[in-house]
């Protein structure tokens, strides 16, 4: 199923579920798409719950525009998604730069929809390190990204998924092949271009003020040993700036607890949701 933006582009989305179910939505990460998402949507879809989740512009199946691939538009977009499904009462969550898409579509768009929020490993507040976030990531590691992105984005999505993404790089770890494979797949869909400058919103985009707007309950998890999205510049921080915000830390788990720790991040989704 499709919507049709405002600058005529094309957004894919599943809506699973039954339509009388409490809402869900679900903001995917980088370079991935809504299939990111099937092993908490098929879970909570199961539960009674009405899922739904788009491919971002350029991502996925949705149509791959040369420009606004930025933060506003992302939010904007989930916003016209929204409103074109008539959802109310909505759980907003978000993934990596799906957090950021989440904070930035409060940020324009207010929380008169909105019922809950859950942000995971996302990049908020700021990932990029700026004079005013000394802690941030020095811009060489997102230059290094868009250098591999150019020499060859294959190799590099391969790359982060079978190293960082899942912590298969860690001593002892079990690589899941599958797991790289679908990282990979969903990476290669994207548009080129479209991921490239994706690099820039998710990473330079400074959400300290959508976050301070946030007023319904947020819940933050996040893995202690995320290496894409260090939990010290982004998930303690975020879950400070939240009034009332609550924090839950996976000891150990790294960026793609999605699926790495998905039966655990089912259950707190299910009892965050259902409360």
């Known amino acids: 199923m499709e919507i049709t933006t405002q600058d005529g582009v094309q957004i894919y989305y599943k809506d699973w579920g039954p339509r009388e179910g409490r809402v869900i939505t679900f903001s995917h990460g980088w370079p991935l798409n809504s299939d990111s998402w099937e092993s908490q949507m098929l879970f909570l879809a199961s539960k009674g719950f009405r899922v739904v989740a788009h491919d971002r512009r350029g991502h996925g199946r949705s149509s791959q525009p040369w420009d606004g691939n930025d933060m506003d538009h992302y939010a904007d977009d989930l916003s016209q998604v929204i409103e074109s499904l008539n959802l109310n009462d909505v759980t907003l969550i978000g993934f990596s730069t799906g957090g950021g898409e989440v904070a930035r579509y409060i940020g324009r768009h207010g929380t008169g929809r909105v019922k809950k929020v859950v942000l995971v490993s996302s990049v908020p507040p700021l990932m990029l390190k700026t004079p005013d976030n000394p802690g941030g990531l020095p811009v060489e590691v997102f230059d290094g990204l868009r250098q591999g992105s150019i020499d060859n984005r294959s190799q590099l999505y391969l790359d982060i998924a079978s190293g960082p993404f899942f912590g298969f790089n860690r001593p002892g770890a079990q690589v899941s092949v599958g797991s790289v494979q679908s990282f990979w797949r969903q990476g290669m869909i994207a548009g080129h271009k479209n991921a490239y400058d994706s690099i820039a919103a998710f990473s330079a985009t400074d959400f300290r003020e959508d976050l301070k707007k946030f007023d319904v309950p947020t819940l933050v998890i996040q893995g202690e040993d995320d290496q894409i999205v260090p939990i ?26 999605t699926d790495t720790h998905k039966d655990r991040l089912n259950a707190d989704l299910l009892e965050f949701v259902s409360e």
């Open 232 to 257: 010290d510049i982004s998930g303690r921080v975020s879950s400070a700036l939240i009034p009332g915000a609550k924090l839950i830390v996976y000891a150990g788990g790294p960026h793609g607890i």
